[in-house]
């Protein structure tokens, strides 16, 4: 069998060559995947990689078929952990066109993150570049239906070969994707959660406001703790004064006062350890769309707590890109016990929110605030 010829793309924005896979999945096969994508589990034929060096800058972005790297042992980011990422989701339209939301946020979080790690920043026009050509090439793997979408998730490794500690003198930039079946796929579920106190997540002058992989390993023993409490997620405090409400898990939070005409939407205010969310964000705008007051403050423990002792909060939920809106049914804490949020149901303005935002992403709803971008 002949290799396919390379052929450039014409993405716009940047120069990337495409090179397609000679062992791409069959119609059937991928139809099989498509049919229940789960999470995370399986990626699309092609990938894109681009590298950095001092000298040469950003060069040889390409699509090509996925497969594993290949990598010397003393590579940097193996022992140092100059690593980055993001996570982004693409959906099909009714019309069959393909639009991501808020990318170019993505973009620029991906260069502050960099920045925050000492590594070289992907020029925007390679970041959205490298998505079009992805998503071109492989743009039979979105998938259609209700909440279904490719989500896409960009990264960035330290690959001089050199155990000396020091920013890399080398990086790869990657892109893979893979579909993504509905968050919920048996209607949203409220989850539970533990209030981390030995633990933080993120400390003032630390990697917090950064979407980097040590975040993450620094996480994994709290939720591990979590799940020893029978809780779903970890709710992280403020490293200095332990009692001021961050974050949960990889996503943000909402807290909701009253209902009705007189709800009000407070979210932590982005103080450095948090990490700003896209959805976050977006929530602040959709939120006023809805004629519901919203602001950015700080919300304590014992405030969390005697607020759905009181009747005062209402509802609490987290947002991020995979699950969108996720409600926050009950608290479990060490030294406070454990209370529900309302009766721990999904509440009324959660899931008012959560379907305005997914209408917006799916395109049931017109763009107002220009958030999508038509890649095919
Ligand atoms: C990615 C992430 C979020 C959510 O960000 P989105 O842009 O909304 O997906 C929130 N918290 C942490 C720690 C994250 O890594």
């Not at 709710?235 to 009000?264: C, K, P, T």
């Not at 407070?266 to 939120?287: F, K």
């Not at 519901?292 to 009747?311: K, P, T």
């Amino acid at each position: 069998m002949t290799a396919p010829a390379e052929s450039a793309t014409t993405t716009s924005m940047w120069p990337i060559s495409v090179t397609p896979s000679t062992n791409a999945r069959s119609d059937a096969e991928r139809t099989a995947i498509l049919a229940d994508p789960g999470f995370g589990k399986h990626f699309t034929d092609h990938m894109v990689r681009a590298r950095w060096s001092a000298d040469g800058g950003w060069q040889d972005a390409e699509v090509v078929p996925y497969g594993p790297l290949v990598l010397d042992p003393a590579t940097n980011f193996l022992h140092y952990g100059q690593a980055i990422f993001e996570g982004l989701k693409a959906y099909k339209h009714a019309d069959g066109s393909i639009k991501t939301f808020r990318a170019l946020e993505n973009a620029g979080r991906f260069a502050r993150s960099a920045r925050r790690l000492g590594m070289a920043e992907l020029p925007p026009e390679l970041f959205l570049g490298s998505i079009e050509a992805l998503v071109r090439t492989d743009r039979d793997w979105v998938p259609d239906g209700p909440d279904k979408s490719l989500y896409l998730r960009p990264f960035m490794l330290g690959t001089e070969v050199a155990l000396g500690v020091k920013p890399s003198a080398n990086y790869d930039y990657l892109l893979i994707a893979s579909p993504a079946g509905a968050y919920f796929p048996r209607g949203v579920h409220p989850v539970s959660v533990w209030l981390s106190d030995d633990y933080v997540r993120a400390a003032p002058g630390g990697t917090g406001e950064a979407k980097c992989a040590g975040n993450y390993a620094a996480s994994l023993v709290a939720q591990a703790e979590a799940a020893q409490h029978g809780c779903d997620q970890v709710v992280w405090l403020d490293a200095v004064e332990r009692q001021w409400i961050e974050e949960m898990g990889g996503m943000n939070l909402y807290f909701v006062y009253g209902s009705g005409d007189s709800a009000r939407l407070v979210t932590p205010r982005l103080t450095g350890s948090l990490l700003p969310g896209i959805t976050r964000d977006s929530l602040l705008t959709v939120a006023v769309d809805l004629g519901l007051r919203v602001d950015e403050g700080q919300i304590s423990v014992s405030e969390w707590r005697d607020g759905c002792a009181s009747g005062a909060i209402t509802e609490v939920f987290a947002c991020g890109t995979a699950a969108v809106i996720t409600p926050v049914g009950e608290v479990k804490s060490r030294n406070l016990g454990s209370w529900q949020v309302a009766d721990g149901g999904p509440g009324v303005v959660s899931m008012q929110l959560r379907q305005a935002l997914l209408d917006i992403q799916t395109g049931a709803v017109p763009d107002r605030h220009n958030w999508l971008h038509t890649i095919c």
